[in-house]
T-cell receptor, first 112, second 114 residues
């Protein structure tokens, strides 16, 4: 069965202290890996899609990378406004199409 | 631009009561989804509709029913609410099913069953 595992569950950083979040997956034939950001009381917001090993995408202080077994979300010089829960997801196949199977997320807190 | 709108935002039910959660999107998306989010469990798929006229069970469909009323609207019904259904429910939509386009989420319905 396809699975998505994220680590760590929670991460506390000082402003400017760079780090990485991990998403490992087991799927038969990856059809994309998605990263989302979720703020408290809100729905998840799309960040990136990665489709093949070696692919990288960037948005402001965030960079997502993909290997054959895992994806990393690198956060460079984070600011307090980067505090959120970050979710990764892979497509889950059924008879009539695909839906996304989400990991449990990494809760990031960036302190001034 | 409203995106995905969910109603109500909050709801308290007693065990055994029924209710329908409403979801509407104005992006002309083909696919729609219902997820629930619980502490320590993450987002879990309840039902989804890859296109108008089709619905499929997700990971946790028991106790729920859905209706894809038209291309814009996808409702989730709890026929006899149970405390285990206390959760935050998110509706989402995408232009294409699953892997080909990202999901756009509403801001959720917070349901408490006592």
């Amino acid at each position: 069965e396809d699975q998505v595992t994220q680590s760590p569950e929670a991460l506390r950083l000082q402003e400017g202290e760079s780090s990485s979040l991990n998403c490992s997956y087991t799927v038969s034939g990856l059809r994309g890996l998605f990263w989302y950001r979720q703020d408290p009381g809100k729905g998840p917001e799309f960040l990136f899609t990665l489709y093949s090993a070696g692919e990288e995408k960037e948005k402001e202080r965030l960079k997502a990378t993909l290997t054959k077994k895992e994806s990393f979300l690198h956060i460079t010089a984070p600011k307090p406004e980067d505090s959120a829960t970050y979710l990764c997801a892979v497509p889950w196949n059924s008879n009539s199409g695909y839906a996304l199977n989400f990991g449990k997320g990494t809760s990031l807190l960036v302190t001034p | 631009n409203a995106g995905v709108t969910q109603t109500p935002k909050f709801q308290v039910l007693k065990t055994g009561q029924s209710m329908t959660l409403q979801c509407a999107q104005d992006m002309n998306h083909n696919s729609m989804y219902w997820y629930r989010q619980d502490p320590g469990m993450g987002l879990r798929l309840i039902y989804y509709s890859a296109s108008e006229g089709t619905t499929d069970k997700g990971e946790v469909p028991n106790g729920y029913n859905v209706s894809r009323l038209n291309k814009r609207e996808f409702s989730l019904r709890l026929e006899s609410a149970a405390p285990s259904q206390t959760s935050v429910y998110f509706c989402a939509s995408s232009e294409l099913p699953g892997s080909d386009s990202p999901l756009h989420f509403g801001n959720g319905t917070r349901l408490t069953v006592t």
